[in-house]
């Protein structure tokens, strides 16, 4: 796929929207916030992932090309 999504943690409110939407590649932790748990996502994920930057409330997923 050549890019993969990243999180900016000030941004995060660790409500687990990503998650819910993507769990191939989205993981909340403890700590309260969520990572990005596959560097190398599937391009079967591209849409899953497109579907949790969209609905992050604070919009703090986005794509980062390689
Ligand atoms: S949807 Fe956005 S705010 Fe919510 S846990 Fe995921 S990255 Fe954080």
Redesign the pocket.
């Known amino acids: 796929m050549g890019r993969k999504p990243v999180?900016e943690h000030d941004?995060?409110?660790?409500?687990?929207?990503?998650?819910s939407i993507c769990p191939e590649v989205?993981e909340?932790r403890d700590d309260g916030?969520?990572y990005v748990i596959n560097d190398d996502p599937d391009p079967d994920l591209e849409d899953e992932i497109q579907e949790?930057i969209d609905?992050?409330?604070?919009g703090?997923?986005t794509w980062e090309d390689e």
């Open positions: 999180i941004e995060c409110i660790g409500d687990g929207v990503c998650e989205f909340l916030l969520a949790a609905s992050c409330p604070t703090c997923i």
